[in-house]
Structures are given as C-alpha cells and as structure tokens.
C-alpha cells in the first residue's frame, strides 16, 4: 500500500477500506508516515467526508492505536464527558469533580486547544505543577484513589489522536464530522469509561455551526459509542457567545474555581449542572432530572465538590493553593478594556473571534508543539441581552505584548454587535440525544 495512492483516493471521494485507514493510522503513529502526506489526507477528508462505515473503522483505529483501558479491576462503573469544543468551555474543570463528587468516578481523556476552540490540557497546565501526562498505570492509580483522574494521550493512550489533534489545529482541518467524531470517540473508547455524555456545541463559536450539523455530529457518536456497548447521552449547546465570561487558560481555571464556590456565571453555572446531571442520570445514580440537580447544588454549596477539585489537583501533581490564590497561576502583564460606543442592548458577541483573538494573544498554537502562554485572554462584562450604557466596559483585554493588546482591542470591538431594541438571551441547552434509563430514587 502506498499513501499517495489513499491520499488520491480519498481526493477523488471514494470510500478507504478498513485495512486501508489501518495503514493510515498505524503508519502514522509508528511515525511511518510523514506529516506532509497525512495533511493532504486530513484535508481530503475534510473536503469529500467519510462514510459511517468508514468513521466507525477510523475511530476504532485510533482508540486501538495504543492501549485501551480496562477500568472494571479499579471502578465498577466511570463515567466521562466531552465537549465538541468551544470558546470559553471550561465545563470539565467543574463537572469532573462536581460529578466526582456526587460519588460517581470520572476517568477523562482530553485534548489541547484546537483551532480557535481552547483544550481542558492547556488550561489545567495553566496550574503550577499540574501533571497531564499520565501512564497507563497512573491513569489507573489516579482512579483507583480519588475517583477522579483527567489526563491527554500519551504513547500508552490514543497516541494516534495526539499527534493527529495536532496537526489538525494547525492545518485548517478541524471542522469534519468524521475527524471530530473519531478524534472525541476514540479517547472515550480507550479511556474505558462505561457512559459518555458529549456536550456537542453549535453556533459561531463552535465548529458545528448550525442545528442539523450539531445534530449529525451528535447522532454519529452515540452510534459509534453505543456500538462498542457504551451508555452514551448527547447535549447540545449553544456557543452562539462564548461560555461564561472568561477565555483564555489561566482566566478559565479561576472562573471555573469561582463557579465551584458558588459565584460562577449563570449561563456556565447551569450548563455544568445540566451536564453533570446527565452524568449522574446516565450512570443511573437518581430517577429525575429534579432529584439530580437538587444533590448536585448542595455539593457545589457545602463545598464538597470544590474540595473534590483541591484533592484532584494535589493528585495530579498540581498547587492547590490555587484555588485561594488564583495569582499562583500565570497573568498578563498589561490589563485594558474594550467599551461600549453607544447604550443600548449586547446583541451579539461572535465567539470565533473571542477564540481566534485569544490565539493570537498567545493563548494557542499557530505551529505544531508552540508553547504558549497561559495569562492572556479575555474576560467579558456583558454577555447577550445585557443593557449596557456608553462608555461601559464590555471586555477586559489580557495581553503580554502592547502591539497585540491593541489588535485584540479592535478585534474584539468588532466581535460585538448593537441593538437599540432589547435582545433576547440565547438558549441554553438546544436538545437532548439519548439518555439513561435510570432506577427509582438516587443511591
Ligand atoms: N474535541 C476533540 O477531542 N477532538 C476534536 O476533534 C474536537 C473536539
């Protein structure tokens, strides 16, 4: 077999046999096949797509492209989430220990960022020390005694989904169902928990950008998840604005610690509830939506689930002085705002170019392997709908360098649109796939 000729063929629109997207995937992991040659595939598939056939062989390929998990020795029954990504989404960073928390162990693997959508790895390294390199025994260990563990592939774990999420940040090939849905199904696959709920996001500042894309994304994981003989639940949410008020990493993990405490943004707040409470569900631990929320505010409010995360950081190697001292982790040197240029109503704030500006602060990679910085970003003031009146600030602007701050300034302006007349907020949630079948009354 030659990878020119599956370059060619998937070029051309035809469908790759398994045996073929084996080549592909093993090739490229055993570090075969160059980066050149799986660029032009990634964009070919990008460009013509894949058959469910063919999404279903290249997810199992890469899952298996190292070693998969088998949790059952350690906890009898994990559960996990992914998010299709978005700007602003540091949902993991809450619902992991939140749903931890409430008893039910989380084994999470997870990406960086990736195009202009950030990745729970880079936040949580944004934490002094915190280790996300884990081996397979580690992942384990980690599980086994804080029932909770969130760590990236490694040459154990979907090696193959590392180095391919990699090159797809920087090479414009991110937006394909087929790469999406192999790239998160994959990791939940190998990672080895026994229900999944995906938060798939849709709207400007997600890559699916409307309703029936988010929808087929949605519909093509629960299948591949429930073929393996997984649980699996989708959430679809809006990413229409970015999540909560803060983008970039170190802005995040603090935002993420507040809504732990209690005083997180409203929009976040509830969509962490509403996704951990399908967590919950799904694993079957209470009857009702009603229930489930009721057990998961009253660990967020007796501080149970924030001391959940404290214990998780300390495992994995982190400061959990954090948590008291957000200034331990990384800040910009230079703070300015973005005002309001007349009153009126916030009538849109386009997520992409929060994310792509974050980017460009520093915040992401525009080269394979760039490290990056974790203090800069965003943090808005007003969110959709809000009155705001002339000369208010609407988002503050962290920067290490005075040339970008005042690019990410004009950039961010323009990201906001106006109304006179008032503005209904976005909904939150736009539809539930699936769900658990759970017993009476919460265990
Ligand atoms: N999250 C992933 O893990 N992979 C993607 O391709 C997109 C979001």
Not at 60 to 76: E, N
Not at 111 to 121: D, E, I, K, Q
Not at 196 to 212: N, Q, S
Request: net charge neutral.
């Amino acid at each position: 077999m030659r990878m020119i000729d599956l370059i060619v063929k998937k070029r051309e629109g035809l469908a790759l046999s398994g045996e073929e997207i084996e080549y592909i995937i093993g090739g490229f992991t055993r570090g075969e096949i160059p980066d050149y040659q799986v660029s032009a595939w990634l964009m070919a598939v990008v460009l013509k797509g894949m058959e469910e056939r063919e999404i279903t062989d290249l997810t199992l390929a890469m899952a298996h492209s190292g070693q998969t998990l088998d949790l059952k020795p350690v906890a009898p029954f994990v559960v996990d989430k992914h998010s299709s990504g978005g700007v602003g989404d540091k949902t993991t960073l809450v619902v992991a220990p939140l749903v931890a928390a409430a008893g039910l162990p989380v084994a999470k693997m997870t990406g960086r960022g990736l195009g202009f959508s950030g990745g729970t790895l880079d936040k949580l390294e944004s934490i002094p020390g915190f280790n996300v390199n884990l081996t397979k025994a580690e992942f384990l260990e980690n599980l086994a005694r804080h029932g909770i563990v969130v760590a990236g592939q490694s040459a154990d774990l979907a090696p193959a989904d590392g180095k391919l999420y990699a090159l797809r940040d920087v090479t414009g090939t991110v937006e394909s169902i087929p790469l999406i849905a192999s790239s998160i199904m994959s990791k939940k696959i190998a990672a080895g928990a026994d229900a999944i709920v995906l938060d798939v996001k849709v709207g400007r500042g997600a890559f699916m950008k409307t309703l029936e894309e988010a929808e087929a994304l949605a519909q093509t994981m629960v299948k591949i998840g429930r073929g393996v003989g997984r649980r699996v639940t989708a959430v679809i949410s809006d990413m229409s604005q970015p999540l909560g008020y803060a983008v970039g990493n170190a802005l995040e993990v603090k935002e993420a610690i507040a809504t732990l405490q209690g005083s997180g943004p409203a929009d976040f707040t509830a969509l962490c509830l509403a996704v951990a409470g399908q967590m919950v569900l799904l694993a079957g631990k209470c009857a009702t939506a009603e229930e489930t929320e009721g057990v998961l505010q009253e660990l967020l409010a007796s501080g149970k689930a924030l001391d959940k995360f404290r214990e998780f950081v300390r495992a994995q190697g982190g400061d959990a002085g954090v948590v008291e001292h957000p200034e331990l982790m990384a800040q910009a040197r230079y703070v300015d705002t973005v005002t309001a240029p007349q009153s009126g109503y916030l009538a849109g704030i386009n997520a992409q170019m929060f994310g792509l500006t974050a980017v460009t602060l520093g915040g992401g990679r525009a080269k394979k392997g760039e490290t990056i910085d974790h203090g800069v970003g965003m943090v808005l003031q007003h969110k959709v709908g809000d009155r705001v009146e002339q000369g208010e600030a609407v988002v503050e602007v962290h920067a290490n360098d005075r040339g970008k701050l005042l690019e990410a300034k004009a950039n961010l302006s323009s990201a906001l649109s106006w109304s006179r007349q008032p503005v209904k907020r976005p909904a939150l949630v736009h539809g539930i796939l699936g769900g658990g079948k759970p017993p009476g009354g919460c265990s």
